[in-house]
């Protein structure tokens, strides 16, 4: 299987003002194509270092994908860099000018030699279109390595991969890798290999390598499967034994979809409208959902009652009710569910009150604490839960909670 | 200065099932203690190249984390690895036991040798603790590198190398190094250095490495300090020499705080109230200012109106509005303002109505145009933006772009 890496470059990696965005967007792109992906190192804006990198990773693969240090800047030394590791001047190139005045012109603006150096390109290398910003990309050959540089922005990264240099891996491409994943929900990866199912792992083992991996909804299993079970009848057969086990009622779906897709997808098959009232949560209940296209089909719309007197104005919870039991309580949680339904005018809503921290907690009700309510036409429950984490972890923690009870209403109703 | 590298463990990471987040983690946990960050690896889970990676890694740093592999399940190789690249057994560690005794014990559970391996380690090395997690770490040494070896769990990793990991690390620290930041909104970095400070990049480097990056909210300005520079008076000769220039209204702030925090900490100085209502980025406006914490005191809430009957119905926005000017128009942008700081009782709400995308457009209105209002005492209105990108970049952009008029709003009342 050919073998591909990929370098990153930017100090912004290293000292901690971005996160890489650029590691995963290639693994996305190259995952259907069968490359045996090997490593991805992060570099500063090093001059030699990058350079000895390039060189040694060259001899180690067949395909070498640099991202970042394309841009007009000072700071931006990837075009001089792979120059040195080619050991090639920079010079004029008549077609990188092309793709760049074009680039210029579509983003309203006029490329000049001045501003930038987009016209420049090591020597005996082409330019690759970048489909979305101004900057052309590299094609270069080291020994019997394909280099591919692209921009650090990752909207341009992923457009420059997928639009112009997947196309052209696509040819060089053998066997492609396929996954057979099941995401499960509420039970711990050690609970499900050592107490439940005991045998599942041996037992998947059979039709691939096996991974386990706790994520915020639960824990995905996963079988990168091998050539000969690459099918249906296989998949069938390795849903057939997960489902024989104890964990069968915590599968929510099979495949890389998330628990937002999977919603939305159910939901519209069923014609039901869908919305939130959140407190704790902030709004990320909503925002997650609409980060699904096509979700105004399902999602009508959601609440951010943050302070009571929204929860009292809007969706009409009892002034009483916060007195007597407190904006995290079961008895809100029900009310801003039975309200922001008729509020919204949607089948199912979904509310949240808790508390994320790291302030806030009070006797009994530690930072974690999260009462989620689920209101339909048959009424409207709600149950307390307990989580920990920071503040983050906690609005991602409670938010996945109530998409669970959520996909388990859409099923049920 | 001593060297440190990262090592990050994880066939998921290279398969693109999830985007790491760990190597930022410790890239903010070291940034103030002053060590220089060479490299970070992200690897599969291979026995063989993980090791000689941790031997060949060895040579070159003074200190090495690695991340990942620690947990429970078949495919948590580290510990054996790191066996094999020590040349040593997995010999019972008593403390280590401990430890995990103490965790299992603190998340409600009981440890038992069956179900785990965490009373294991590599010979002459010892265990780091959890402070959120079950699995202990391991502290060792290869010739004149200490190793580290942490979960590969976000929260876990976090916890380990903040509270276990960082005390011992600081001890061995030299001089720290020390960044300027400025954040600036709405003008590319071309402009900026090419247009309208063409000897800005210049005048900086004299205080250290100069580097540019664009970001959401637009272009951080970034100089690596000298030590002689490292002081409130260089500081302010810098800012000096920035505000001298064209682009000093387009500065939002200094330093690395983000937009929201910056909003929240202003708002809450000058005692303003503060709510959303969202159509298009569907309730990311408010999440975004909830991750603040301490944002209660000036985030009363928010309206996801992403049907117009909850547009209409909740804040008001006239159904004659909605069909002689369409959802998307600078009309709807500011009685969706108006009538949610009506409904949420605010001082400033701010109206986000646009195209997501990829479906919606219509004929003058394509993907990513988004009307943002602005509704304050004084009075309401909207501007018209157009942004380009996929629906998850164009949510963001749109949501930034209102916090950028937020901001704004917050410093003129």
Not at 140 to 163: H, N, Q, W, Y
Not at 179 to 198: A, D, G, M, Q
Not at 243 to 248: F, L, S, V
Not at 359 to 376: E, L, Q
């Amino acid at each position: 299987m050919a073998k591909i890496s990929q370098i990153i470059i930017g100090d912004e990696l290293l000292n901690a003002k971005i996160n890489d965005l650029n590691l995963q967007i290639l693994a996305k792109e190259i995952a259907p194509l069968g490359f045996d992906f090997k490593k991805c190192t992060v570099l500063g804006d090093n001059f030699d270092q990058v350079t000895q990198e390039i060189k040694k990773q060259a001899t180690e693969n067949d395909f070498l994908i640099i991202t970042g240090g394309l841009g007009p800047t000072k700071d931006d030394l990837t075009k001089s860099i792979v120059a040195n590791a080619l050991a090639v001047e920079l010079v004029e190139n008549l077609e990188a000018e092309k793709i760049a005045i074009k680039q210029y012109k579509a983003f309203g603006r006029v490329f000049s030699r001045e501003s930038s150096n987009y016209h420049m390109l090591p020597k005996d290398t082409s330019p690759i279109y970048n489909p979305s910003g101004l900057a052309p990309g590299i094609h270069a050959k080291l020994g019997s390595c394909e280099i591919f540089c692209t921009p650090g922005v990752p909207r341009e990264c992923e457009a420059m991969i997928r639009d112009s240099i997947v196309p052209m891996l696509k040819d060089r491409a053998q066997s492609a890798h396929e996954l057979f994943v099941c995401r499960t929900h509420s039970i711990p990866e050690e609970t499900i290999f050592f107490k439940l199912c005991p045998n599942l792992w041996k037992d998947l083992e059979e039709f691939g390598k096996v991974s386990s991996l706790p994520i915020i909804s639960g824990v995905d299993i996963t079988i990168n499967l091998k050539p000969e079970f690459q099918n249906e009848e296989s998949r069938q057969k390795i849903r057939d034994i997960i489902e024989a086990t104890e964990i069968k009622n915590n599968i929510w779906t099979y495949g890389l979809r998330s628990i937002e897709e999977v919603i939305v997808e159910e939901a519209k098959t069923k014609g039901l409208t869908i919305g939130f009232a959140e407190s704790c949560t902030g709004g990320l209940a909503s925002s997650t959902i609409t980060n699904v296209s096509g979700s105004s089909s399902v999602f009508l719309g959601g609440v951010v009652s943050y302070a009571n007197s929204v929860k009292e104005n809007i969706i009409n919870v009892k002034e009483e009710t916060l007195k007597n039991h407190g904006a995290v309580s079961i008895e809100t949680a029900t009310e801003m569910a039975t309200g922001s339904r008729k509020a919204l005018g949607v089948d199912i809503a979904i509310s949240y009150t808790g508390i994320a921290g790291p302030g806030g907690a009070t006797p009994g009700k530690p930072v974690g604490t999260v009462c989620i309510g689920v209101a339909t036409s048959e009424g409207a429950s709600a149950e307390r839960y307990e989580f920990r984490g920071d503040r983050m972890r906690l609005k991602n923690k409670f938010c996945q909670q109530g998409l669970i009870l959520l996909l388990a209403k859409v099923r049920d109703l």
